[in-house]
């Protein structure tokens, strides 16, 4: 005779309620932060709850709460770190606020991510945090959808937090000037990369030199090669311009890497870059660079969702635009 299989059982609500010896629609209160219970009640349904290990059901606790708590953060790579930053800084403020996130890396690909819209809607997300570059996805133009960017604009209707890429540019291109440097060149993405944010530090950049009496020259990049192609790009930047004292590069990694190389080749050309993520500030700390306000720029989005959330969407379609500073390079200790 066949022996029958095992089967694992989830703890249920009831078994909560008979460890704790209260009642199920007590342990439902609890949970649910409901009513007025004494802590002792309290302190012994999540004494019950650990014991017996039960999971509550997110489904059932969103039909009760009209919430489920669950915010969806899109970028493109978290391996940048920046995005890195952003997403630490993003979850934290969401934590404290009582909410979870569900991390979506997009690769800056529009199929991906119109299968992660549909994951974080179908899973019922209360609002959504976006960093990508992707313009072309009908989702975003939905009226009064809960969605805030970081340093992009999607529609012209969604809130948008970046750091003041304009006065970036201007703050870096003048540090470079003060230096000395008088052959500026800019290196920043791709026309089909470039949201409308990278083309303010380019007109930072632009502006600093046009009244200094000199003339710009902007290096366009791919953001997305892989190192190799990095390298070659920024070789034939560096091997075609030998008259280059001063750069400013619109991204960190890019200009870390610029750096390293002019120094392997024996170049006195200044660089700054941008962003100012924390891994960059430990460990590059001889790269000079416009510091975004992340922790500043997390905060104030999620300030923004959480009052679309609440229904108040009187905020839409607003550009904020939060201070950066400068951050000159620093000899290791």
């Given amino acids: 005779m066949a022996r029958r299989k095992a089967t694992l059982r989830r703890p249920t609500l009831d078994d909560v309620a008979r460890s704790a010896g209260v009642s199920a629609t007590t342990v439902s209160r609890v949970l649910n932060n409901r009513g007025s219970l004494s802590d002792k009640t309290i302190s012994r349904v999540h004494a019950a709850i650990r014991e017996t290990g039960y999971h509550p059901n997110e489904s059932a606790r969103t039909l009760w709460g009209k919430q489920s708590r669950l915010i969806g953060l899109i970028f493109p790579t978290t391996q940048n770190p920046f995005y890195g930053d952003m997403v630490y800084e993003l979850e934290r403020e969401l934590y404290v606020r009582g909410y979870k996130c569900l991390l979506c890396n997009s690769s800056n690909d529009s199929a991906q991510e119109r299968q992660f819209l549909d994951l974080l809607l179908a899973n019922q997300a209360d609002g959504m945090i ?46 470079l000037w003060k230096r000395g440097a008088r052959r500026i060149g800019h290196i920043n993405s791709i026309e089909s990369q470039a949201a409308p944010y990278s083309y303010e530090r380019r007109r930072g950049y632009e502006e600093v030199l046009q009244e200094k009496g000199l003339e710009p020259k902007v290096f366009p990049i791919d953001w997305s090669a892989p190192y190799q192609g990095k390298v070659a790009a920024l070789d034939s930047i560096l091997e075609g311009n030998p008259e280059l004292d001063g750069l400013f590069i619109a991204d960190d990694m890019t200009a870390s890497l610029a750096l390293a190389m002019c120094r392997q080749r024996g170049l006195a050309i200044d660089i700054v870059g941008y962003d100012g993520s924390d891994a960059v500030r430990k460990f590059v700390p001889d790269l000079p660079t416009i510091v975004q306000p992340i922790k500043l720029m997390a905060r104030k989005a999620v300030d923004v969702l959480t009052r679309e959330i609440s229904g108040d969407f009187s905020v839409a379609g607003t550009r904020y635009s939060l201070p ?5 390079e620093r000899t290791m200790p």
């Fill in 324 to 328: 950066v500073t400068f951050l000159p």
């Fill in 130 to 175: 976006v960093g990508s570059h992707n313009t072309d996805i009908q989702t975003y133009q939905q009226p009064n959808l809960p969605l805030v960017a970081i340093d992009r604009i999607t529609t012209r209707s969604i809130p948008v937090v970046s750091s003041d890429n304009h006065q970036g540019g201007r703050l870096a291109t003048e540090a």
